[in-house]
């Protein structure tokens, strides 16, 4: 089986894109979550290779979700993605330890770019 990923966006059909992108290419999507406090839970949960997290969601956004997660797994892999024109987020969210970062909407072969880049 490939690689366990968790998928975390406040949209549910933003889930169901990305989980349909990494399905049909051999991915395991093991888990969702819509916000960064569920995403937290759901990590430690599921222990996933990766996560691909939104940045702007309720109750605990994507950079503050990945400072925890990172805080309780250094090695965690976390790709980021953001609608455009969020620059200083970007920055942001590498500074607090994601790999990579993904621009909405997403193009199929960038998702699955960004996803080998960081798991292989």
């Keep these: 089986m490939g690689k366990s990923i968790l998928i975390v966006d406040d949209a549910a059909f933003m889930r169901m894109m990305i989980k349909d992108i990494l399905s049909k290419n051999g991915y395991n999507v093991v ?3 819509e916000n ?9 949960e ?8 939104d940045i702007t969601m ?25 609608a455009m024109g969020q620059q200083a987020m ?3 969210s590498i500074q607090s330890g994601a790999k990579d970062f993904i621009v909405k909407p997403f193009q199929a072969d ?4 960004a996803v080998k880049k960081v798991v292989g």
Excluded: F, T, W
Excluded at 46 to 53: E, F, H, T
């Design 31 to 33: 888990g969702e979550a």
């Design 110 to 113: 960038r998702v699955l770019e």
């Design 90 to 92: 970007v920055i942001e």
């Design 58 to 82: 309720p109750e605990l956004d994507g950079i503050q979700a990945v400072k925890k997660i990172k805080e309780n797994d250094s090695s965690a892999s976390i790709i980021m993605c953001s």
């Design 46 to 53: 599921l222990k996933p290779d990766l996560v691909i997290m």
């Design 36 to 44: 960064g406090l569920k995403a937290i839970e759901k990590y430690q």
